[in-house]
């Protein structure tokens, strides 16, 4: 049987049961391991240049394609992923990019293959029609795939960057005041910066006019991403931007006729030129009728004649009993002479003969003549010139006075000169009131030149200095973790080991021999220069090691002592 002391005894060196704490642990782990930390920093602090490294060589991403649907999307970078071309996906999946080095050689290649394609489906739908479609469903694939060609067709101009085209066919019927007109609606995206005139507004309404049966001009509506209606109506008698362009283009077209004629005697800086031109829109018709004063009627022409003749006999000739005897004509002999009938003048004539009765004939002639007219027509064209107003500035002559350049007014015969050639050229009318005015002013001299931009700010350097910072910075941080992270550790590693081999040789090995000899060298004698850390490692090692070999009782009674402190 065990007593209470032993059993006391026997409680007591039973182990207790303690926490387990990771530091600890961690410290105990890494205790008698004094590289090990070392390592560890070194080989994060590797990975951390290395990816500053490969963040310095990453190449510039410039946009490929931007406003990409999910279907166009897709397949683009399905065609990347088969190349292995790396890319950025941003706006959502909207926008993509690729290194800026091959950009334009997969812009020219996806463009081979028609990517993208816009999400335009075109007349292809027609290509795979089910069997037994009904007459609707037909009918609704081919107005489909008219807007999907339309939006093509639209995409390929320069400013559009994506195209859609909505359209309302026309209905046909039986009754006038039931049919209905086509129309069409058409939506575009620009592209950044980019603009369309009214010219190319009205072109892109007249290609969808021309595609669509039953489709006026009027009957076409076109805006643009940001919602302004671009069409204006061509049938208002309102300002059109047409007619503004038309104006503006008059007046350049008479300034650069004023400046072409100038300029080779006076020089393309020495004279401006600027003209108001004053035009009238109004439409104006009107039909005049003349008529030509009358002619000699020998020479005139004869439109239509008219004659009638009528012949009265005797008064007895016309009574009588009615019957068949009554009826019978007279045994009347003929007239014995006869008179023609004479023209009496004007465009009636009338002539008269006796019979026996002593009656002579009547005979009545119309004739008429043609009646000269002249019937004119004239519509006045539209934008006729009523007016124009030019100024014109010259500048002074330069000459060489006394080796120096000088400036001086031209004379008043060289102005004259000036004033008549400006006038031919511009198609001078004073009946039409147009004016001149021409003035001889120096100019305010201006360096219109661009400077040379210095060699630090061009583009070569900036992408060499980009270049260059991405690398300083990699260095910088290099250095940091050497000088804050590295070299600490080393340093505590060094000295963690030295202190660990004094306590492992005891009070005795606090000087080691190289310490111990110069302490026994003579007074003014020069100290030898003190080993570097790793060679007094090496040799305490080897010190501790001929220890160990040549007395290995203490050598144990060294780790009990451990043993026993640690308890």
Request: charged residues 25%; without cysteine.
């Amino acid at each position: 049987m065990t007593t209470a002391a032993q059993a006391k005894g026997a409680n007591k060196n039973l182990p207790i049961a303690t926490p387990i704490r990771p530091l600890d642990t961690l410290t105990a782990l890494l205790r008698g391991r004094p590289m090990l930390p070392l390592l560890l920093v070194g080989a994060a602090a590797v990975a951390v240049l290395v990816a500053l490294l490969l963040w310095a060589r990453e190449p510039e991403y410039r946009v490929l394609f931007s406003n990409l649907g999910e279907a166009d999307g897709g397949q683009v970078i399905s065609e990347l992923d088969k190349r292995g071309v790396p890319y950025q996906l941003g706006e959502g999946g909207h926008t993509i990019r690729v290194p800026a080095e091959r950009m334009n050689a997969l812009r020219l290649q996806l463009a081979e293959q028609g990517l993208p394609k816009g999400g335009n489906v075109g007349f292809e739908l027609l290509d795979k029609q089910a069997f037994g479609i009904s007459q609707f469903a037909e009918h609704l694939n081919y107005q489909r795939g008219l807007e999907g060609e339309l939006a093509r067709t639209i995409e390929s101009l320069g400013p559009v960057s994506r195209a859609r085209v909505h359209l309302v066919m026309a209905k046909d019927s039986v009754f006038a005041r039931d049919r209905e007109a086509a129309r069409a609606s058409v939506t575009l995206t620009l592209q950044p910066g980019r603009e369309l005139a009214q010219g190319q507004v009205s072109a892109i309404i007249h290609l969808v006019t021309s595609s669509v049966p039953e489709l006026a001009v009027d009957g076409v509506a076109v805006v643009d991403q940001n919602g302004r209606l671009l069409s204006r109506s061509h049938g208002g008698d309102g300002l059109d931007d047409s007619r503004l362009e038309y104006v503006s283009e008059i007046e350049r077209s008479y300034q650069r006729r004023i400046e072409e004629i100038l300029t080779p005697l006076l020089g393309s800086r020495n004279v401006h030129a600027r003209v108001v031109a004053q035009l009238d829109f109004s439409t104006r018709e009107s039909t005049a009728e003349r008529y030509a004063p009358n002619q000699d009627a020998k020479a005139a022409s004869v439109r239509s004649q008219q004659t009638s003749e009528r012949t009265a006999s005797g008064s007895d000739a016309s009574r009588g009993v009615p019957g068949a005897l009554t009826n019978a004509p007279p045994n009347i002999p003929p007239p014995t002479k006869a008179t023609a009938p004479t023209p009496a003048g004007g465009s009636t004539d009338s002539s008269a003969a006796k019979g026996e009765s002593g009656k002579p004939p009547q005979t009545e002639r119309m004739v008429n003549y043609e009646v000269d007219r002249d019937i004119e027509h004239v519509k006045s064209s539209l934008g006729n010139v009523q007016r124009l107003t030019a100024a014109v500035v010259v500048n002074y002559r330069t000459v060489i006075k006394d080796g120096a350049p000088t400036s001086e007014a031209l004379s008043k015969e060289e102005l004259a000169g000036i004033n008549d050639l400006v006038r031919q050229a511009m198609g001078f009318s004073e009946s039409r009131g147009d004016t001149l005015q021409v003035i001889n002013s120096p100019f305010v001299e201006e360096d219109t030149q661009l400077a040379e931009l210095p060699w630090w700010r061009t583009p070569e350097a900036y992408n060499l200095g980009t270049g260059a910072l991405r690398y300083l910075l990699v260095g910088i941080a290099a250095l940091l973790l050497w000088r804050r992270v590295i070299k600490p550790m080393q340093q505590r590693a060094s000295e963690s080991g030295r202190r660990d081999l004094m306590e492992l040789s005891g009070e005795d090995m606090e000087l080691t021999p190289m310490n111990s000899a110069a302490e026994d060298l003579l007074p003014g004698q020069p100290r030898p220069a003190l080993p570097r850390k790793s060679a007094l490692y090496e040799q305490n090692m080897e010190s501790l090691k001929r220890l160990a070999t040549e007395d290995p009782r203490l050598v144990a009674m060294i780790v009990r002592g451990w043993m026993k402190k640690h308890e």
